[in-house]
């Protein structure tokens, strides 16, 4: 098992940035990869950015160059520049683990950009 703690969140306004925290706990080892979702009312979610134990990392097409996403062990971070309003969302913390193979989610935490 797997569990997923996400902060970070907030309302800024347009050109801000905000950081995204997601802390891992139980199996970690198990983790193949992390990844940062979003869900905007309304819409799909989306994938934000995914990084794999190799340090494979990708992105969204709408994020990239603005967007970045780490990991140091049990915490993978997403730091997000220049935010736009059409950034704003719900945003979830995803885990795949291999052992077994399974998805794990966070709660949410929102993100708000004004104009």
């Known amino acids: 098992q797997v569990q997923l703690v996400e902060s970070g969140g907030g309302l800024v306004h347009a050109g801000e940035s905000l950081r995204l925290s997601c802390e891992a706990s139980?199996?970690?080892?198990?983790?193949?990869?992390m990844a940062w979702y979003r869900q905007a009312p309304g819409q799909e979610p989306q994938l934000v950015a995914r990084?794999?134990?190799?340090?494979a990392t990708n992105y969204a097409d709408f994020v990239k160059g603005r967007f970045t996403i780490s990991r140091d062990n049990a915490m993978v971070y997403l730091q997000m520049n220049s935010l736009e309003p059409d950034d704003t969302a719900v945003y979830y913390c995803?885990?795949?683990?291999?052992?077994?193979?399974?998805?794990?989610w966070g709660q949410g935490t929102q993100v708000t950009v004004s104009s």
């Open positions: 995803h885990a795949t683990a291999l052992w077994p193979l399974r998805n794990y």
């Open positions: 990084t794999a134990t190799t340090g």
């Open positions: 139980g199996s970690i080892n198990s983790i193949a990869t």
